[in-house]
């Protein structure tokens, strides 16, 4: 797997495999971040934490998913 940036040791695979699919390949995560604004961030901030991938996302950057990790 690619390093991620801003990523910390300690979590197992599955976790960073989340975080990762989270950070790169959501279809509602990623635009949140990189529009930083919007009817997708709206939803996401609702409906925090119901999502394994966006739960893992936090866990691993120490941000909710709707914020682009720290550099």
């Not at 635009?31 to 866990?59: D, H, N, T």
């Amino acid at each position: 797997m690619a390093e991620t940036v801003g990523a910390t040791d300690g979590f197992d695979e599955k976790t960073m495999e989340d975080a990762e699919y989270c950070r790169s390949k959501c279809p509602m995560c990623r635009p949140a971040r990189l529009r930083g604004m919007g009817f997708l961030r709206w939803i996401l901030k609702k409906v925090e934490g119901s999502c394994e991938k966006c739960q893992a996302y936090e866990k691993v950057y120490d941000v909710p998913a709707w914020e682009k990790p720290p550099e």
